[in-house]
C-alpha cells in the first residue's frame, strides 16, 4: 500500500524567511496530493492541494510542487509570519472507493519574530 | 452550519472498559472517516464509510469497530480499551467524486487508557 515520507519533523525559521517541506511516496498510481494545517488544538484544515496532472500550484505566499517521476512533492510558504507556527501534514490518495488520505508524518513549523 | 462535530472531547478509561465516540456532520456528506494522531506518526486510518450503512477497515482498525446507521453520523467503538489506543481521535467528513476532495476534520477527541 502507500507510504508517504516526511521531513524534516520540526523546522524552526525567522519572520520573513522561507520554509519548505519534503513528502515522498510510493505508489505511483495516488493522484491527489493535499497539505494541511493543525493549529494547537484543533482539527487539521487543508491549506493547498495539487493533482497528479498539475505540476505546480500557488495560492498567495503558499506553493506546492509535485515532481511525479521522481513522486515527490513539496510546500512552499514565503514571509512566514508567526501565525504559520502551526503542524503541517502531506498526504496522498491513492486510488480508492472513498477517497482515502495516507498521511505523512508531520512537521512543526515555528517562525520566530 | 456546525460542520463536523466530535464527542466527548475528553476522556479517561480503564483497561477494558468499553466506549463509543460519537461524529456527526450537517455537510451531507458521502463519505466520513476515522483516524488517530500518535506523536510522530502523523494520522492513521483506523475505518471509514461511503455512504450510510457502509463501514470499511484502514490501516489500523485493530481494536476497534464503527457504525454509520444514519448518514449524519459515524460512530466509533471501543470494546475492550487497552493502554496502546491512548491517541486523540479525529473524524472527517468530505464529498464523493473527484471535484471535491476536501476533508473535513472535528476538533478531535482525546482519550487515555490506564
Known amino acids: 500500500g502507500e507510504n508517504v515520507e516526511q521531513h524534516p519533523s520540526t523546522l524552526s525559521v525567522q519572520e520573513g524567511d522561507s520554509a519548505v517541506i519534503k513528502c515522498t511516496y510510493s505508489?505511483?498510481?495516488?493522484?491527489?496530493f493535499p497539505w494541511y494545517k493543525q493549529e494547537l488544538g484543533k482539527g487539521p484544515q487543508l491549506i493547498i492541494d495539487?493533482?497528479?496532472?498539475?505540476g505546480e500550484k500557488k495560492d498567495q505566499r503558499i506553493a506546492v510542487t509535485l515532481n511525479k517521476t521522481a513522486k515527490h512533492f513539496s510546500l512552499h510558504i514565503t514571509e512566514t509570519q508567526p501565525e504559520d507556527s502551526a503542524v503541517y501534514f502531506c498526504a496522498a490518495s491513492p486510488p480508492s472507493l472513498g477517497g482515502k488520505l495516507i498521511f505523512g508524518q508531520g512537521t512543526e513549523l515555528s517562525v520566530k519574530p | 452550519n456546525a460542520g463536523v462535530t466530535q464527542t466527548p472531547k475528553f476522556r479517561v478509561l480503564k483497561t477494558g472498559q468499553s466506549m463509543t465516540l460519537l461524529c456527526a456532520q450537517d455537510m451531507n456528506h458521502e463519505y466520513m472517516y476515522w483516524y488517530r494522531q500518535d506523536p510522530g506518526m502523523g494520522l492513521r486510518l483506523i475505518h471509514y464509510s461511503v455512504g450510510e450503512g457502509t463501514t470499511a477497515k484502514g490501516e489500523v482498525p485493530d481494536g476497534y469497530n464503527v457504525s454509520r446507521l444514519k448518514k449524519q453520523n459515524f460512530l466509533l467503538g471501543l470494546e475492550s480499551a487497552a493502554p496502546s489506543q491512548t491517541s486523540v481521535y479525529f473524524c472527517?467528513?468530505?464529498?464523493?467524486?473527484?471535484?471535491?476532495?476536501?476533508?473535513?476534520f472535528g476538533p478531535g477527541t482525546r482519550l487515555t487508557v490506564l
Open positions: 472527517a467528513s468530505r464529498h464523493t467524486g473527484d471535484l471535491y476532495n476536501e476533508q473535513f
Open positions: 495539487i493533482r497528479s496532472n498539475v
Open positions: 505508489d505511483s498510481a495516488s493522484n491527489y
